[in-house]
């Protein structure tokens, strides 16, 4: 079945550590994004890349690296500067006609 | 810069109602809009994506309709069901940003009880 992994699903992060999220399709989708979600302020863009080796930040960066070396893949890390970390993080890809699909997400809680 | 509104912000309805979700957007420059449904803890699915130049998509019991001129989309639920309960979410790509990424309202909330 093709679709968008992350994992992990729940992950617990203290304070001044980085946590590494993973992302991976298997849709042949050239461009991939992160966003952040939180209750009452719908979806927020941290990254996006729409080719392999390129990547931008969108409007909430700040606090956010990510990496993307293979198609498949498009990791993002969450560092020590991110002030506010605890939130839902979801992936997603896009396909030529413009369908945005997500993976299931990934829930960080700082401790 | 496009923004996206979603009214109501929830919504309860009886088993069995016909029921339509309101979507605004300012900048009617679009490329495509596209309706979602998010379970409680889950990742967004896909329900329909409308490309600029059509009018309207159907699936199931499902029609999303679009207008750019007056900036709305309406999302129509046929005979609503228990499991439709969930929170729907509409996205828009504007020309401007095609390639990039969606602007997003904050959701209806649907509740259906049986």
């Known amino acids: 079945d093709g679709g968008i992994t992350q994992s992990p699903k729940y992950l617990f992060r203290k304070e001044g550590q980085n946590v590494t999220l993973s992302c991976e399709q298997n849709?042949?989708?050239?461009?991939m994004y992160w966003y952040r979600q939180d209750p009452g302020q719908g979806l927020r863009l941290i990254y996006y890349?729409?080719?392999?080796?390129?990547?931008q930040k969108g409007d909430i960066a700040e606090g956010y690296s990510v990496s993307r070396e293979k198609k498949e893949s498009f990791p993002l890390t969450v560092t020590s500067a991110q002030k506010n970390p605890t939130a839902f993080y979801l992936c997603?890809?896009?396909?030529?006609?413009?369908?945005?699909?997500f993976g299931e997400g990934s829930r960080l809680t700082v401790l | 810069k496009q923004e996206v509104t979603q009214i109501p912000a929830a919504l309860s309805v009886p088993e069995g109602e016909n029921l339509v979700l309101n979507c605004s957007f300012t900048?009617?420059?679009?490329?495509?809009l596209q309706w979602f449904r998010q379970d409680p803890g889950k990742g967004l699915t896909s329900l329909l994506l409308?490309?600029?130049?059509?009018r309207e998509q159907t699936s199931g019991r499902l029609n999303a309709s679009l207008d750019k001129s007056s900036g709305r989309s309406t999302l129509y639920i046929a005979a609503s069901q228990p499991g439709d309960s969930a929170t729907y979410l509409c996205?828009?790509?504007?020309?401007?940003?095609?390639?990039?990424?969606?602007?997003f309202g904050k959701g209806t909330t649907l509740s259906v009880s049986s």
């Open positions: 997603a890809s896009i396909d030529r006609a413009g369908e945005l699909f």
């Open positions: 849709l042949n989708h050239d461009a």
């Open positions: 890349s729409q080719i392999v080796n390129d990547f």
């Open positions: 900048d009617s420059a679009i490329y495509n």
């Open positions: 409308i490309q600029s130049s059509q």
């Open positions: 996205a828009v790509s504007s020309w401007s940003q095609a390639g990039t990424a969606l602007i």
